[in-house]
């Protein structure tokens, strides 16, 4: 099963702060996702990337940056962070764009 | 548009009973995917069936792709099956998620 770990797992910071969210898989997918998931929603795509270099913009990427620097590793980056972003953030990967998705643990973010 | 709907979007079940989850799909996806998120927020991949019928344990994933639409069955409930269940389909190598359906199921 593939493995994908999020860090941090939880985050407060302040409004117009700067948050970095990692996440890491170790089944050599090539697809990896960033979404959010608000209170009572599904999920939503904000950036997805099909290798290392490459950069996809999902649904809701306002406000939001993201890079894949090797096939493992994506981070999401929140450079002025608005109390809009306080969500529940996944990341997920897969082998190929229609394939099965396998997430993370999920990092709880709040802005105040 | 919305691409996936769900229903319903929640369900109150006494335990040993029935359900049935309905997923209704707005493209011509080729993959249905469902999960299942614990109440503290974890998700878990119950089945990616892109047509047909899978069985894991208590749990029958149906798909119907040319009519678009897809269904979770789970019998004999229990209450460790609480939490809210999604499912998602993809398009254009994109996946699109339904709102869920919460489910509770009580002793």
């Known amino acids: 099963e593939a493995a994908v770990t999020q860090s941090p797992r939880n985050k407060v910071t302040v409004t117009g702060g700067n948050v970095t969210l990692s996440c890491r898989q170790t089944n050599s997918h090539n697809y990896m996702y960033w979404y959010r998931q608000d209170t009572g929603h599904g999920l939503r795509l904000i950036h997805y990337s099909y290798g290392a270099g490459n950069l996809q913009i999902g649904d809701v990427p306002d406000g939001y940056k993201a890079t894949r620097t090797t096939q493992e590793d994506f981070f999401l980056l929140l450079e002025l962070a608005s109390p809009s972003q306080t969500s529940l953030y996944f990341c997920a990967s897969s082998d190929w764009g229609g394939g099965e998705q396998y997430f993370g643990p999920g990092t709880r973010l709040t802005v105040l | 548009g919305q691409q996936v709907q769900q229903s319903p979007a929640s369900l109150v079940l006494q335990e040993g009973e029935n359900a049935e989850l309905q997923c209704n799909f707005s493209s011509t996806a080729t993959r249905l995917q469902w999960f299942y998120q614990h109440p503290g927020g974890r998700l878990v991949s119950l089945f990616y069936?892109?047509?047909g019928t899978k069985h894991t344990g208590r749990l029958t994933s149906t798909t119907v792709t040319n009519e678009r639409r897809g269904s979770l069955h789970i019998s004999s409930s229990q209450t460790t099956d609480s939490g809210t269940y999604f499912c998602a389909i993809d398009n254009n190598n994109r996946i699109f998620f339904g709102d869920g359906t919460q489910l509770v199921v009580k002793p």
């Open positions: 069936n892109p047509s």
